[in-house]
């Protein structure tokens, strides 16, 4: 275990497989957040379904913090010791083929790593914004008000400005993330390479306007 750990491509595994994992955490998340798009009934349910899983969200919880916690310390362990590789000629040619997202993913995990952290002071824990993001505030149905959490969050152009920059990073790094988890899986060739970059492509496209779509129609007052 602890060899897998030393071993390149031993950790380049642990990041295609934790990545992968808080891919479909990403899915999942955005499923459930355009409910939002039904109205209070929609989201509020959603979230009061989510609450009553008791202990497994709990699990899912501890589960979603090893995998970031295993992807950002493997993440910026290999970008640390490939920078420190004197640039050979290997570099050099992988440069050629290298794209503004696969050179970005150091700054664009580190930038969605500290969003996660202001996401979850905001809207989970409660300390940033607490005026609009209380507990306190339930529906007519004794649920927790989660759609007036996000329609007050997202009046504000800053909190909505924040969200639409770190979902920005968000498709960056998904972007090649996706095509680099192929590769590392041993799932392409050649011959299928491109078609798996289009496919990440317009896969992070359509989460970016999926996500972006939350405060834009807040802000656009067409969710309110
Ligand atoms: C417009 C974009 C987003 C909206 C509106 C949104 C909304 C929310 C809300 C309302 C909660 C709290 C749920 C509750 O306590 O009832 C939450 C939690 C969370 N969000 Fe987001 N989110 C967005 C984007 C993201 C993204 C891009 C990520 C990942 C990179 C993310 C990761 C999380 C995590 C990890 C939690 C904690 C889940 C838990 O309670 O265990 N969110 N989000």
Do not use: C
């Not at 310390?73 to 010791?81: A, K, N, R, S, Y």
């Not at 060739?189 to 999926?210: H, M, Q, R, W």
Request: no cysteine; hydrophobic share 55%; proline share 3%.
């Amino acid at each position: 275990m602890l060899l897998l750990f030393k071993n390149t491509v031993g950790r380049k595994i642990v990041m295609a497989v934790t990545g992968l994992l808080m891919f479909g955490f990403i899915i999942g998340h955005l499923l459930g957040n355009t409910t939002i798009f039904t109205g209070p009934d929609g989201i509020n349910a959603y979230a009061e379904k989510l609450r009553n899983l008791g202990p497994l969200i709990w699990i899912m919880r501890v589960i979603m913090l090893v995998m970031v916690s295993l992807h950002v310390f493997f993440g910026v362990q290999i970008t640390l010791e490939d920078n420190a590789a004197k640039p050979g000629s290997y570099a050099m040619k992988r440069n050629l083929r290298s794209t503004f997202a696969s050179r970005s993913m150091i700054w664009t995990g580190l930038l969605i790593a500290g969003y996660l952290i202001y996401h979850l002071l905001q809207f989970t824990f409660h300390v940033i914004n607490p005026e609009i993001s209380s507990m306190k505030n339930f529906d007519s149905l004794g649920r927790h008000d989660v759609f007036s959490m996000l329609v007050h969050g997202f009046q504000s152009v800053l909190v909505s400005s924040v969200y639409i920059a770190a979902m920005i990073a968000v498709a960056l790094h998904l972007a090649h993330g996706i095509q680099s988890l192929f590769q590392t899986l041993g799932l392409n060739n050649d011959s299928s390479l491109p078609a798996i970059e289009k496919a990440g492509l317009i896969t992070a496209v359509i989460l970016f306007l999926g996500y972006v779509s939350i405060p834009a129609a807040i802000l656009a007052g067409i969710v309110k």
